[in-house]
């Protein structure tokens, strides 16, 4: 069953790397696009200010294009990949100082928090993130905001922690009533190009074959590891519900904020 989400649910908000930038073309945001939903967000807290968000963003063409030619996402150990490994901090950065600057700018009172400076995996996998900053800035009124980001890895060396990975870790500690990933992609689209209203650990089984095999399905790159990260979280949260859905109509996030539009998107739920 869906979370219903008033102002006391925390909601994770992802906006994909795919929506903010031209990942065709190196470092190349949309300033358009974040300016844009930078406003909407501001106007979801107009409306409703008890609204407790947690915002995170992909890399994009900025983190995807450093990162590519060191292969960090699935390891680090030369000296060439280390000096790689800062490449895409750095690329992460710059994205996400824009990031930052669209939405302050909106009068969205976010706080950039740097994955890098203290997130740790293990075999690709988070397993420890400062997590009392994130507390602090919910507790005091203001928006966190992450983002794809390199991490130091017990195994691995090195390796990247996208915007996902650190979601999944942070539901177990805030316990968000309700995460939404926008995308350009209006959901999770089916063989037939149509959009799968919902997604549950029983059903996942019969639609994995569709989502690796279908080129119509996986348009962002990423869509079939996405679902299946987040049916692994709503069946370890089973209150948290997750929503894809697109960023590219405008006015759309707001009303999914503020509960308005609950059928819009794939929902994937526990059951």
Not at 198 to 227: C, N, Q
């Amino acid at each position: 069953m869906e979370t219903e989400v008033g102002t006391t649910g925390l909601q994770f908000v992802k906006v994909g790397g795919s929506l903010i930038t031209d990942k065709t073309r190196a470092y190349t945001p949309r300033p358009e696009v974040i300016a844009r939903l930078a406003g909407e967000v501001r106007a979801a807290l107009d409306a409703d200010p008890g609204l407790r968000l947690l915002l995170g963003h992909g890399s994009g063409s900025f983190g995807h294009w450093a990162a590519e030619p060191y292969g960090t996402a699935e390891g680090v150990a030369t000296p060439a990949e280390w000096r790689g490994y800062a490449e895409v901090a750095a690329a992460a950065g710059r994205l996400n100082r824009i990031v930052t600057d669209a939405f302050l700018e909106a009068g969205v009172p976010v706080l950039s928090l740097q994955p890098s400076a203290s997130a740790r995996c293990q075999d690709g996998e988070v397993a420890d993130l400062a997590v009392r900053p994130i507390q602090e800035a919910l507790r005091r009124g203001l928006v966190p905001l992450v983002y794809g980001d390199v991490a130091l890895d017990d195994v691995r060396g090195g390796t990247i922690a996208s915007t996902e990975d650190l979601f999944v870790y942070l539901s177990g500690v805030l316990h968000p009533a309700r995460i939404l990933l926008l995308g350009e992609v209006r959901g999770v689209l089916d063989a037939g190009g149509e959009v799968v209203p919902r997604i549950t650990p029983a059903s996942y089984p019969g639609w994995r074959e569709v989502l690796s095999s279908s080129a119509g399905v996986d348009v962002t790159g990423g869509m079939a590891d996405k679902v299946a990260r987040m049916v692994d979280l709503v069946r370890t949260h089973p209150g948290t519900t997750v929503r894809i859905l697109t960023g590219m109509r405008p006015g759309l996030l707001t009303r999914v904020l503020l509960g308005e539009e609950e059928g819009v998107g794939t929902a994937v739920v526990a059951e």
